[in-house]
């Protein structure tokens, strides 16, 4: 893990949190409630599970994974983030801020990382701060659609209603029948709860049905 400072503005643009503020006023901004930048490199451990999460997490390069293990030592995928996505803002805005999972780059990321209560309790009351407070909410709001998302697909009855609920999902966010899909197998696997050989063997006959086709994490839906 590496310290950074807050200098480069090219990190900063098209990130949806810092929408609608001047480039110029970024850095001060952020410095103004105490953000800091943060390199990790792929596999490295960003918040413990237990460790107190204070501050909200915004991805400027990378992505992270959200993951948690049950007693008997199984991996769930919970939630993947990439480029301008938020990690850890469920447990920062809480007044327990211990996280109960934990985050993990899934690729060299870079982060900074923002404390709640810094943006809420110590407003400066310009109008840059008041859009990124605004910004924030908006980002959080997005974040809570795609866990209800998650929600959607394990719901599902079988393996097969599964799978075809997430492809949907991917084809939805991307506007098209031609996806590319994020996940490894075994991370997809983990994330809709399957066994991957199960959901390999799924997904075979699916193609074999002409329901799908795939090379690789390239789809198309038929």
């Known amino acids: 893990m590496v310290i950074y400072m807050l200098?480069?503005?090219d990190k900063y643009r098209g990130i949806p949190l810092f929408r609608g503020i001047p480039?110029?006023?970024i850095c001060p901004l952020l410095q103004a409630v105490g953000a800091h930048g943060?390199?990790?490199?792929?596999?490295?451990?960003l918040i413990s599970a237990g460790e107190t999460a204070g501050a909200i997490g915004v991805i400027l390069s990378g992505s992270v994974h959200m993951l948690k293990y049950d007693v008997w030592g199984?991996?769930?995928?919970?939630?993947?983030?990439?480029r301008g996505e938020l990690f850890g803002e469920s447990f920062a805005v809480r007044q327990e801020k211990s996280s109960y999972t934990f985050f993990e780059a899934a690729a060299d990321t870079e982060v900074v990382f923002i404390r709640f209560e810094q943006i809420?309790?110590?407003?400066?009351?310009d109008e840059e701060h008041h859009r990124l407070l605004s910004n924030l909410f908006e980002c959080m709001g997005k974040k809570n659609f795609q866990l209800m998302e998650k929600i959607e697909i394990m719901s599902r009855p079988t393996l097969r209603e599964k799978i075809m609920s997430?492809?949907?999902m991917i084809a939805q966010h991307?506007?098209?029948r031609y996806i590319h899909l994020?996940?490894?197998r075994t991370e997809m696997a983990e994330f809709i709860g399957a066994n991957r050989s199960a959901m390999t063997r799924e997904l075979t006959r699916m193609k074999e049905e002409q329901i799908i086709d795939f090379d690789g994490n390239i789809f198309i839906i038929r």
């Open 7 to 9: 200098v480069d503005m």
């Open 23 to 25: 480039e110029h006023r």
């Open 38 to 45: 943060r390199e990790y490199k792929k596999g490295e451990t």
């Open 74 to 82: 199984r991996k769930t995928l919970i939630a993947y983030m990439s």
């Open 120 to 125: 809420v309790h110590d407003c400066c009351g």
């Open 166 to 168: 997430y492809i949907s």
């Open 174 to 176: 991307q506007k098209s």
């Open 182 to 184: 994020p996940l490894s």
